[in-house]
Protein backbone atom coordinates (compact mmCIF):
# COMPACT_ATOMS: atom_id res chain seq x y z
CA UNK A 1 0.00 0.00 0.00
CA UNK A 2 0.89 3.22 -0.61
CA UNK A 3 0.07 7.38 0.96
CA UNK A 4 0.07 8.14 4.44
CA UNK A 5 -2.28 5.40 6.33
CA UNK A 6 -0.41 2.80 4.29
CA UNK A 7 -0.11 0.89 7.33
CA UNK A 8 -3.77 1.12 8.34
CA UNK A 9 -6.12 -2.07 8.00
CA UNK A 10 -8.95 -1.02 5.36
CA UNK A 11 -12.70 -1.91 5.92
CA UNK A 12 -15.66 -0.91 7.65
CA UNK A 13 -14.68 2.26 9.47
CA UNK A 14 -11.30 2.60 7.83
CA UNK A 15 -11.89 3.27 3.83
CA UNK A 16 -8.70 3.71 1.77
CA UNK A 17 -7.27 7.09 1.18
CA UNK A 18 -8.05 7.85 -2.55
CA UNK A 19 -12.26 7.37 -1.43
CA UNK A 20 -12.19 10.01 0.78
CA UNK A 21 -13.50 13.36 0.50
CA UNK A 22 -10.52 16.06 -0.04
CA UNK A 23 -9.93 18.63 2.32
CA UNK A 24 -11.96 22.07 1.48
CA UNK A 25 -14.26 19.90 -0.71
CA UNK A 26 -18.01 19.56 0.32
CA UNK A 27 -19.44 16.08 0.01
CA UNK A 28 -22.34 17.51 -1.37
CA UNK A 29 -21.14 21.17 -4.11
CA UNK A 30 -25.03 21.83 -5.12
CA UNK A 31 -26.50 21.74 -0.94
CA UNK A 32 -30.19 20.98 -0.64
CA UNK A 33 -32.84 22.23 -3.18
CA UNK A 34 -34.41 25.74 -2.21
CA UNK A 35 -38.13 24.68 -1.29
CA UNK A 36 -41.09 27.05 -3.60
CA UNK A 37 -42.66 29.26 -1.72
CA UNK A 38 -46.69 29.56 -2.38
CA UNK A 39 -46.82 32.23 -5.02
CA UNK A 40 -50.49 33.52 -3.28
CA UNK A 41 -50.76 35.42 -0.15
CA UNK A 42 -54.15 35.23 2.25
CA UNK A 43 -55.33 38.03 0.39
CA UNK A 44 -55.02 36.73 -3.03
CA UNK A 45 -56.84 33.33 -1.22
CA UNK A 46 -59.40 35.78 0.45
CA UNK A 47 -60.02 37.84 -2.56
CA UNK A 48 -60.44 34.65 -4.89
CA UNK A 49 -62.98 32.89 -2.57
CA UNK A 50 -64.92 36.22 -2.51
CA UNK A 51 -65.05 36.26 -6.39
CA UNK A 52 -66.00 32.64 -6.70
CA UNK A 53 -68.98 32.38 -7.99
CA UNK A 54 -71.40 29.80 -6.89
CA UNK A 55 -74.96 28.25 -7.77
CA UNK A 56 -78.20 29.03 -5.16
CA UNK A 57 -81.92 29.77 -5.18
CA UNK A 58 -83.44 33.25 -5.47
CA UNK A 59 -86.79 33.34 -5.95
CA UNK A 60 -87.35 30.18 -6.94
CA UNK A 61 -84.80 29.96 -9.67
CA UNK A 62 -81.39 28.98 -9.67
CA UNK A 63 -79.22 31.79 -9.67
CA UNK A 64 -75.22 32.04 -10.43
CA UNK A 65 -73.56 35.08 -7.83
CA UNK A 66 -70.58 35.54 -6.35
CA UNK A 67 -69.58 34.74 -2.64
CA UNK A 68 -69.52 38.87 -1.91
CA UNK A 69 -73.17 39.72 -3.60
CA UNK A 70 -74.42 36.35 -1.88
CA UNK A 71 -73.20 38.26 1.60
CA UNK A 72 -74.16 41.87 0.68
CA UNK A 73 -77.21 40.64 -0.53
CA UNK A 74 -77.83 39.03 3.16
CA UNK A 75 -76.54 42.14 5.22
CA UNK A 76 -78.80 44.55 3.06
CA UNK A 77 -81.72 41.70 3.89
CA UNK A 78 -81.03 41.70 7.28
CA UNK A 79 -80.95 45.87 7.22
CA UNK A 80 -83.63 46.16 5.93
CA UNK A 81 -85.81 43.41 8.98
CA UNK A 82 -84.13 46.23 11.05
CA UNK A 83 -80.80 44.61 12.20
CA UNK A 84 -78.76 47.68 13.20
CA UNK A 85 -75.45 45.73 12.98
CA UNK A 86 -75.70 44.90 9.96
CA UNK A 87 -77.08 48.05 8.33
CA UNK A 88 -73.68 49.44 10.26
CA UNK A 89 -72.00 46.89 8.25
CA UNK A 90 -73.21 48.09 5.18
CA UNK A 91 -72.14 51.52 6.02
CA UNK A 92 -68.99 51.00 6.35
CA UNK A 93 -68.72 49.02 3.38
CA UNK A 94 -69.94 52.17 1.59
CA UNK A 95 -67.54 54.52 3.62
CA UNK A 96 -64.89 52.31 2.15
CA UNK A 97 -64.09 50.92 5.74
CA UNK A 98 -63.34 47.77 4.25
CA UNK A 99 -61.73 47.44 0.73
CA UNK A 100 -64.06 44.25 -0.58
CA UNK A 101 -66.05 46.84 -2.50
CA UNK A 102 -63.06 48.66 -3.54
CA UNK A 103 -61.87 45.15 -4.90
CA UNK A 104 -65.06 44.30 -6.46
CA UNK A 105 -65.19 47.63 -8.34
CA UNK A 106 -61.97 46.78 -9.84
CA UNK A 107 -63.38 43.14 -10.84
CA UNK A 108 -63.73 42.97 -14.47
CA UNK A 109 -67.20 40.78 -14.22
CA UNK A 110 -69.81 43.14 -15.62
CA UNK A 111 -72.69 41.28 -13.43
CA UNK A 112 -70.55 41.72 -10.25
CA UNK A 113 -70.10 45.86 -11.60
CA UNK A 114 -74.40 46.20 -11.96
CA UNK A 115 -75.09 44.87 -8.75
CA UNK A 116 -72.22 46.82 -6.95
CA UNK A 117 -74.25 50.03 -8.52
CA UNK A 118 -77.52 48.58 -7.33
CA UNK A 119 -76.14 48.31 -4.08
CA UNK A 120 -74.46 51.88 -4.19
CA UNK A 121 -78.01 53.21 -5.35
CA UNK A 122 -80.32 52.03 -2.49
CA UNK A 123 -77.59 53.25 -0.23
CA UNK A 124 -78.37 56.92 -1.61
CA UNK A 125 -82.07 56.04 -1.15
CA UNK A 126 -81.35 55.21 2.29
CA UNK A 127 -79.33 58.41 3.09
CA UNK A 128 -81.71 60.74 1.28
CA UNK A 129 -84.60 59.23 4.02
Known amino acids: M???????????????????FSPGKSGNPNGRPKQSKPDTDVKTLVHDELLREVFLLVEGKQAK??????????????????????????????????????ALERHQNGADLEFIDAVLKEADKWNAK
Do not use: C
Open 65 to 102: MSVIQIIVRRLATEAMKGSVKSLAMIEMLMTGGFSLVR
Open 2 to 20: TGKNADKPIGYGNPPDHTK
